[in-house]
């Protein structure tokens, strides 16, 4: 999604020493049986740290747009978790290295590494992460803000668009990141989408039911 931020070495076979070489990787095993300095040979693997941001915070004014409708606020809150499951499958399967940020009655922080096997342990918390009445941002702004200098790139799962989200998003941008913001939200937000730092798409909660977030 945007530079390489980290690395790790995969063995990818044994090689003749030749000066210079670490004597870590010496291979004595190798070396023994074939009477001359052998050495593992590894291959630096370069991948993207993104951070996932779920926002769990429904107020009393996201309850109040729906006095007097057929659905209400559970519905986006429970579409924001599913397009956020949706985003870690996705980065599951690539070069990424995932760190997942919610915020209900604490923060839940979970670092879900590169492959598809650490994506059961994401959707276990998701599964557990409530709506929160009061603003969660006060917790997890300064958690990813710690860690901005090792992410490359933030997806944030909101459920509005006003001061507190926006700040969290230009703070991100600011730092380097490259910042797409996902806005679950049936209606006009709470201020308007201006935000020229990064990406922000709205997204109504039928279109996530109905699957239609495929090419998001």
């Not at 945007?2 to 063995?11: C, F």
Request: charged share 30%; hydrophobic share 40%.
């Amino acid at each position: 999604m945007t530079s390489d931020i980290g690395e790790s070495p995969e063995y990818i076979g044994n090689r003749e020493y030749v000066a210079g070489d670490s004597a870590r990787r010496i291979d004595y095993r190798s070396w023994a049986r074939l009477g001359r300095p052998i050495v593992r040979e590894y291959q630096e693997e370069y991948y993207c740290r993104v951070a996932l941001v779920l926002d769990t915070f429904v107020d009393a004014r996201s309850k109040r747009r729906f006095a007097n409708a057929s659905r209400d606020v559970d519905c986006e809150f429970e579409a924001a978790v599913s397009l956020s499951a949706s985003i870690a499958d996705a980065l599951s399967r690539g070069e990424y290295l995932l760190d997942l940020f919610a915020a209900g009655p604490e923060l839940y922080v979970f670092r879900a590494g590169r492959h598809t096997a650490h994506l059961e342990n994401v959707l276990e918390i998701l599964a557990c992460v409530d709506a929160c009445p009061k603003n969660p941002f006060e917790k997890v702004s300064p958690a990813i803000s710690e860690e901005l200098n090792n992410i490359s790139t933030v997806i944030g799962v909101f459920l509005d668009w006003d001061a507190s989200r926006a700040q969290l998003a230009r703070t991100a941008a600011e730092r380097g990141c490259r910042v797409v913001i996902y806005v679950v939200r049936d209606g006009e937000t709470s201020e308007p989408i201006e935000f020229d730092e990064g990406r922000v798409i709205q997204i109504q909660t039928d279109a996530i039911r109905s699957g239609g977030i495929e090419s998001l």
